[in-house]
């Protein structure tokens, strides 16, 4: 079996990863439209806020955590010839969680202006409190959707179909590209127009787009409320750990998005989209993988087979280690020409912008290899239902984190104790989770795990002393000259560092480097043809 489910988790794996850099690059898109539409202020502010209330329902209830409680117990029917119990469990999940789901939206939008007190506690502005309220009330619709769409992944995903469930959020983003180039015409402030956008996004691509590709499984819903189900209750129990376990990322934003609000204005903003970044990576390496190997990790603990659920596991973070720390050399030392290239262009986004926006992603690049190992290691603990103890570690954490944000905020870091204390903690987390996972997994490489680390960091410094030499070779410069600076910067040093780190990595006989081996052999046979 070993055999044939590599190859499943590899090619998951890059229709994932493909699917996710899709969407994060159509969120880039979408940042930029913001930025060059409405610039960066107490408006684009307001959008930020108004997305926390949506955010923090979605992270607790319609997200990828529920699903990632679903899909273990529905696999763990689909894959042991019990297909009508699966959809049984589907069914009454998808029925209960609805009711819920419609009664938490109907809540928040009664009441919320006085939650803009909690997500804003520091604007003192009323017209801002009353934007970030109207806005909120138009994305919360959206959020049924999302928790819809997050089950019918998840069935689909126990079913090995990764396409589909790839398009929800690219739909979403052109949605809110259309909302801020066409909707923002015709409503006042224009900025409302890509929460307009955001509500025909979800709803297009996280409940049609998957209605329909959910009827190539043949699927069996009833409406049904029987709790006394063992697979529900299954569920039940083990989705607020895997709650709590999987927003930790979305939770630590919506806190930083809070904090941000006693700084000046436009700091919401720039939080927002160095944050977002940051998260690219942790979406196309970190979740992506995560996604793909987590019905295998699944089926091997269902199977009984454990030594081959540690030995996917270990590979799995081994590689995220090996991708994700050059991301890091890159986002520290180029972080000024990323967010120019990205985003310094017109007037109303300029230097002093790129400067605020790029000093936070420095800070948020430390922890991100830290954040991208967050969702596997999660989902290792949740493939063998065991999610008590991550979500211990991961409580723990997130208190040190409130308390770096607390403690740091009079500092002479200001802002930037936001993304520092974000790094710290997701450092922390990771070392806490793969220390346990060593402790109750036998066979569980943890060895070859810290192996990989410290070559990568090894290779990563290198990498970053080729980027920093660049930045002093070519000169910066001013308006569109600096941004093509940047962009030379960006593809002639970022790649020569690859090439370093590459180099290195291969002269360590790292076997991760393997998978950019067949990558280049491939471009080579194509080439010879």
Same mark, same amino acid.
């Given at each position: 079996?070993?055999?044939? +489910?590599?190859?499943?988790?590899?090619?998951?794996?890059? *229709?994932?990863?493909?699917?996710?850099?899709?969407?994060? *690059?159509?969120?880039? /898109?979408?940042? !930029?439209?913001?930025?060059?539409?409405f610039g960066r202020n107490e408006f684009t502010d307001a959008y930020r806020w108004s997305y926390s209330i949506p955010d923090l329902l979605f992270f607790l209830v319609a997200g990828g955590a529920l699903s990632s409680a679903f899909i273990p117990v529905f696999s763990e029917y689909l894959h042991t010839d019990r297909k009508d119990e699966a959809w049984k469990v589907f069914s009454v999940v998808t029925t209960l969680m609805s009711v819920i789901v419609i009664g938490f939206v109907v809540f928040a939008w009664v009441f919320a202006y006085p939650l803009t007190y909690a997500v804003a506690p520091g604007s003192d502005a009323d017209p801002v409190r009353e934007l970030i309220a109207?806005?909120?009330?138009?994305?919360?619709?959206? !959020?049924?959707?999302?928790?819809?769409?997050?089950?019918?992944?998840?069935?689909?995903?126990?079913? +090995?179909?990764?396409?589909?469930?790839?398009?929800? @959020? =690219?739909?979403? =983003?052109?949605g809110i590209i259309f909302g801020a180039l066409v909707i923002s015409q015709f409503v006042?402030?224009?900025v409302v127009g890509m929460s307009w956008g955001a509500l025909i996004g979800a709803t297009i691509g996280s409940f049609l787009v998957p209605l329909v590709a959910l009827r190539a499984v043949n699927p069996e819903f009833r409406p049904s409320l029987d709790l006394s189900h063992p697979g529900v209750k299954k569920v039940m129990k083990l989705m607020l750990p895997v709650?709590?376990? %999987?927003?930790?990322?979305?939770?630590?934003?919506? #806190?930083?998005?809070?904090?941000?609000?006693?700084?000046?204005?436009?700091?919401?903003?720039?939080?927002?989209?160095? =944050?977002? %970044?940051? +998260?690219?990576p942790l979406a196309v390496f970190g979740q992506s993988l995560a996604i793909a190997v987590f019905p295998t %990790?699944?089926?091997?603990?269902? +199977?009984?087979?454990?030594?081959?659920?540690?030995?996917? /596991?270990?590979?799995? /973070?081994?590689?995220?280690?090996?991708?994700?720390? @050059?991301?890091?050399?890159?986002? #520290?030392?180029?972080?000024?020409? *990323?967010?120019?290239? $990205?985003? !310094?262009?017109?007037?109303?986004?300029?230097?002093s912008d790129t400067a605020v926006v790029a000093s936070c992603l420095q800070l948020f690049g430390v922890g991100v290899f830290a954040w991208c190992l967050h969702p596997v290691l999660m989902r290792g603990f949740f493939a063998i239902q065991n999610t008590v103890t991550p #979500?211990?570690?991961?409580?723990?954490?997130?208190?040190?984190?409130?308390?770096?944000?607390?403690?740091?905020?009079?500092?002479?870091?200001?802002?930037?104790?936001?993304?520092?204390?974000?790094?710290?903690?997701?450092?922390?987390?990771?070392?806490? $989770?793969?220390?346990?996972?060593?402790?109750? *997994?036998?066979?569980?490489?943890?060895?070859?795990?810290?192996?990989?680390?410290?070559?990568?960091?090894?290779?990563?410094?290198?990498?970053?002393?080729?980027?920093?030499?660049?930045?002093?070779?070519? @000169?910066?410069?001013?308006?569109?000259?600096?941004?093509?600076?940047?962009l030379v910067r960006l593809f002639v040093f970022g790649l020569s560092g690859v090439w370093v780190y590459y180099g290195i990595t291969r002269r360590l006989a790292m076997p991760e480097t393997a998978y950019l081996d067949r990558t280049l052999a491939k471009l080579n046979r194509k080439r010879g043809a």
């Open positions: 079996m070993s055999t044939q +489910q590599a190859p499943t988790v590899a090619r998951a794996s890059l *229709i994932m990863a493909a699917s996710l850099l899709l969407s994060r *690059i159509l969120g880039v /898109l979408r940042d !930029q439209v913001m930025v060059w539409s109207t806005m909120s009330r138009i994305v919360l619709p959206a !959020q049924f959707a999302f928790f819809i769409g997050g089950l019918m992944f998840g069935a689909l995903y126990s079913h +090995q179909r990764f396409t589909v469930p790839g398009l929800g @959020p =690219n739909v979403y =983003n052109l006042t402030p224009g709650i709590l376990g %999987l927003s930790l990322p979305g939770v630590y934003g919506l #806190i930083m998005q809070a904090f941000s609000s006693y700084y000046g204005k436009g700091t919401a903003t720039a939080m927002d989209l160095s =944050n977002k %970044l940051m +998260q690219a %990790l699944s089926m091997h603990f269902a +199977q009984k087979e454990m030594d081959k659920y540690a030995s996917q /596991l270990a590979s799995t /973070l081994r590689t995220v280690i090996y991708i994700s720390v @050059p991301v890091s050399a890159l986002m #520290i030392v180029q972080s000024p020409d *990323i967010v120019a290239v $990205l985003f !310094q262009y017109g007037k109303r986004f300029g230097a #979500i211990a570690i991961g409580t723990a954490t997130t208190a040190v984190f409130l308390g770096l944000c607390f403690g740091l905020r009079l500092t002479s870091l200001s802002y930037l104790s936001l993304p520092l204390a974000s790094s710290v903690s997701a450092i922390l987390l990771a070392v806490m $989770l793969l220390g346990v996972l060593n402790r109750r *997994i036998e066979e569980f490489d943890l060895k070859g795990i810290t192996a990989t680390f410290f070559k990568s960091s090894g290779a990563g410094l290198a990498m970053g002393l080729v980027l920093w030499m660049g930045a002093l070779v070519v @000169p910066r410069g001013e308006g569109l000259g600096h941004n093509a600076l940047s």
